[in-house]
């Protein structure tokens, strides 16, 4: 990363906030129910960024730090008839302590071997879900009732139903862990994640703790995936194991490879794309795997570090 | 633009003859032009269009292809006898990729994007409960074709409907009576270990035990196995009957070493052809099944004593006497579950000209319209048998056939009643706000 100053980079990200507020006013119904799930998405995948693109760990277990805040929020509003802010603020938790404890034991691997350890939890993850079916609802999932997905506060309602609302609060969600990702990724802490990522036993010549690091890192990105599995349950009612499934594992993965690893603003445009190439190509024909597929591979031949990462390498270096 | 021939001077008061014919010859032009008729006739005679969440892709494929044949066929039957209130039935189809995710999109899709007036003909449970909150959401009538009991459990919304097929739990309550007077008493039970197992682990014994029969054991088989035999010597040796209802490609497995276990000395078998629903009966391995019995929801193969509407139904799907497709023996179809698609078109049909359905904003009226049915007649719009719906739970109950494998084929040898099938509603969709 070369240096930037930080007032473009930070016109830069305010920008595309302010740009996704605009859009609530102009897309049309089906866009704006789109893009708020994007938004919520984006999360995930800029979680998954913080571990896969500044540390250079390749996790193939994210879906269960996902999930983990999908059940957290999801089964506590279900069974136990909490708010949405107390719900919201149990997924996150949930995700940070399942990524403490992962952390823990997945940091003694590196490479491959961490790929498949986390791989594996994430798999005991999603057959536990099956396994107490009684309470999750198992392969079927459970429905978080309209009428549980209102926020008081005060003598004030906000119906996470409403289009508008939903859109707005994944806007927040979305912009405040962006905001969270440039200052850590600005950070000392970023700049030790990014040192261990290119040479870790110099990094520890120098002084560096990093397994702390490491773990920190886990840590974080659990917290940020499970946040946006919180906010999904939260925003779109559903909870269900197949969030839980490797398929979600991947696919955070395949957004931030498209976006540009290690950039901020990656995982939202590789989601954004992910996205619009499925939903237009569906239309068209049932074989819209495919198309995705050629898709993929043409930005990996065109593209080969992901959209933002090649901006970045061509024309426009100061990009965080 | 300078008004120089006076064309909008107002305080001209003579309005001559020239002027007058100009103005009707140019009033009838416009309403005789094509755009103008259409437009005009927009409200009454635009088709109908209905949102198809479709299982093109994913596991529920083989399924969502015989969705498709019969829903084309039962909406070219419709509007070939006038359409739903005069106006012609159109499907839209989305393919959800038998994803919950995906599927929440696609009702998104078709309430907000293609504007379709209802959606349509889903399968698999986690998709229906997956879309459901966006249906509800959407305030866009959801009509599921899936047979989980998730519709009946009021546990979805007051915009989801199940009025073609009958849900899981009325068919295994319906099919105790027949296994205790017919096939044994004590009954041990072998399930996948996901959902639609434990429906039937959890509905059958209290069905049996009311009949005085009893469930001996409860064999769950994680969904991941593919060979069956270490799971066989749990079943007790006092076993009379062996309840199965494994699903999925390693059924063809499970059957084959079933009959390496037992042998010519077997007990009764009973099971549900959800296990066998796309596949050939007489494929290789399956003949330890010949003598066994199986829950149809409509036979797969023709009948001696099939209705006419019945035979019109398999005519116009396109499905010859064995349950396969006319021309292709080999694409055997999902006969036990696609009719729902063409009854619920049906109840969807009523239900409209009920309500006095002119557009999307008469949908709070089609729910009520909906919830008001009570009873669907054996015919041509019902070939699978008469049913009963209740509006409270939103779910239709019917009959059910028990068929014999014989001589490679599908025998129905006993009818259910309706009342086999009915129990107390667990709730009641009807309190729920608009």
């Known amino acids: ?320 | 633009m300078a008004d120089k021939n006076g064309f909008f001077d107002l305080s001209k008061k003579e309005l001559s003859r020239r002027t007058a014919l100009k103005g009707i010859a140019a009033g009838t032009g416009l309403a005789l032009a094509p755009g103008f008729v259409r437009y005009s006739q927009a409200q009454s005679s635009a088709p109908i269009k209905i949102g198809f969440q479709l299982h093109r892709t994913g596991i529920g494929a083989a399924y969502g292809r015989w969705y498709e044949k019969t829903s084309a066929a039962a909406v070219k039957a419709i509007n070939d006898a006038g359409g739903i209130g005069g106006r012609k039935v159109e499907l839209v189809i989305e393919d959800d990729g038998t994803d919950p995710a995906r599927g929440a999109e696609v009702v998104a899709k078709f309430a907000k994007q293609h504007k379709t007036d209802i959606v349509f003909g889903t399968l698999f449970s986690h998709v229906v409960i997956g879309s459901a909150p966006a249906a509800g959401e959407n305030k866009i009538p959801y009509f599921v074709v899936s047979e989980g009991h998730h519709v009946a459990s009021t546990k979805l919304n007051r915009y989801v409907f199940q009025p073609g097929i009958t849900d899981v739990k009325s068919q295994i309550q319906s099919m105790a009576p027949w296994i205790a007077a017919n096939a044994g008493k004590k009954v041990t039970q072998i399930f996948p270990d996901f959902a639609f197992g434990y429906d039937h682990r959890d509905y059958l014994p209290p069905a049996l035990k009311a009949q005085g029969a009893d469930v001996i054991a409860q064999i769950a088989i994680p969904p991941t196995e593919s060979s069956f035999t270490k799971y066989f010597p749990q079943i007790p040796a006092e076993t009379e009957v062996i309840y199965h209802v494994m699903v999925g490609p390693a059924v063809l497995t499970f059957v084959k070493e079933l009959g390496e276990f037992y042998g010519s000395q077997r007990p009764q078998l009973f099971g549900f052809i959800d296990s066998l629903e796309a596949v050939d009966i007489n494929s290789p391995g399956l003949e330890f099944l010949d003598g066994s019995h199986f829950w149809e929801g409509s036979p797969r193969y023709a009948q001696p004593d099939d209705s006419a509407a019945q035979k019109a139904y398999r005519a116009a799907v396109g499905i010859d006497d064995n349950g396969a497709a006319v021309g292709d023996p080999k694409d055997v179809s999902t006969a036990a579950h696609m009719f729902g698609c063409w009854e619920t078109l049906y109840v969807v049909k009523k239900a409209m000209e009920d309500a006095g359905y002119k557009g999307p904003e008469d949908r709070a009226k089609l729910v009520e319209a909906t919830e008001a049915l009570k009873e669907f007649a054996e015919g041509p719009e019902h070939p699978q048998g008469p049913k009963s719906f209740n509006g409270k739970i939103h779910q239709c109950f019917g009959i059910q056939n028990i068929s014999k494998v014989e001589g490679g084929k599908l025998k129905v040898v006993h009818k259910t009643k309706i009342e086999d099938g009915l129990y107390e509603p667990e709730g009641d969709y009807t309190t729920q706000a608009l």
């Open chain 1, 1 to 320: 990363m070369r240096d930037a100053s930080p007032a473009k980079t930070y016109a830069l990200h305010v920008g595309v906030i302010a740009l996704l507020f605009v859009l609530n006013f102009v897309l049309p119904d089906y866009h704006q129910g789109l893009f708020a799930r994007i938004m919520a998405l984006a999360v995930f995948a800029m979680g998954y960024n913080l571990l896969f693109g500044y540390v250079g760990l390749l996790s193939l277990g994210h879906a269960m730090f996902f999930s983990a805040g999908l059940y957290g929020a999801g089964l506590t509003v279900y069974h136990l008839g909490w708010g949405v802010p107390e719900a919201f603020v149990a997924g996150v938790a949930c995700g940070a302590l399942l990524a403490l404890a992962i952390g823990l034991l997945a940091l003694r691997t590196s490479g491959v071997a961490f790929m498949i350890v986390t791989m594996m939890f994430a798999q005991v993850f999603y057959l536990l879900i099956l396994y107490f079916a009684a309470w999750t609802g198992g392969d079927q999932g459970l429905v978080i009732q309209q009428a549980s997905r209102v926020i008081s506060i005060g003598g004030a309602s906000l119906d996470l139903t409403n289009s508008t609302v939903r859109y707005m609060n994944a806007l927040a969600l979305f912009s405040v862990v962006l905001l969270i990702t440039l200052a850590i990724v600005r950070s000392r802490f970023g700049r030790v994640l990014v040192a261990i990522r290119e040479n870790e036993e110099r990094t520890k010549m120098l002084g560096y703790d990093t397994v702390a690091n490491k773990l920190a890192a886990v840590v974080a990105s659990g917290a940020i995936c499970a946040a946006s599995g919180a906010a999904y349950a939260l925003l779109f009612g559903y909870v269900g194991s197949s969030f839980a499934s490797v398929q979600y594992s991947i696919l955070p993965l395949l957004w931030v490879l498209l976006g540009g690893a290690a950039t901020t603003l990656g995982p939202l445009v590789g989601t954004l794309f992910m996205y619009y190439v499925t939903d237009i190509a569906s239309g068209f024909t049932s074989a819209y795997l495919l198309i995705v597929g050629v898709a993929l591979i043409l930005l990996v031949l065109f593209f080969p570090k992901g959209i933002l990462g090649t901006i970045r390498e061509r024309w426009l270096g100061w990009l965080p």
